[in-house]
């Protein structure tokens, strides 16, 4: 099993930025997935969900209406598109395969981790 995060990069405050995670090794089109940041000094925490077909998906407060989590099932990707970036939005960045999900609340139980891709925001 493998996921790859990249695109992580040095962005501008109120840039964009979209960022990958190419999966390996197991059945993606079957696995909710979703994106989870780590701060330095903080807590890993969830960023989006989505679920498997891409139909569905939600986002925790933290980067609400800033980001949108899509997917390509062909491709076995899912990408992060995140927006007007700030300072505080500085982390390494992970993709996420779902053991369980919800949509309402987002939540998120990881069974595989990517390895991250380090997203900065600084002018």
């Known amino acids: 099993v493998q996921l790859v995060e990249s695109g992580g990069d040095l962005v501008q405050p109120g840039g964009s930025l979209r960022i990958s995670c190419a999966a390996s090794g197991f059945t993606f089109s079957g696995y909710d997935m979703s994106w989870y940041r780590q701060a330095p000094g903080k807590e890993r925490e969830l960023v989006a969900v989505?679920?498997?077909?891409?139909?569905?998906?939600s986002y925790a407060d933290s980067m609400n209406g800033r980001v949108i989590i899509s997917r390509d099932n062909a491709k076995n990707t899912v990408y992060l598109q995140m927006n007007s970036l700030k300072p505080e939005d500085t982390a390494v960045y992970f993709c996420?395969?779902?053991?369980?999900?919800?949509?309402?609340?987002?939540?998120?139980?990881?069974?595989?981790w990517g390895q991250g891709t380090q997203v900065t925001v600084s002018s």
């Open positions: 989505i679920v498997f077909t891409g139909a569905s998906a």
């Open positions: 996420a395969a779902c053991g369980e999900m919800s949509i309402n609340p987002p939540m998120c139980v990881p069974r595989y």
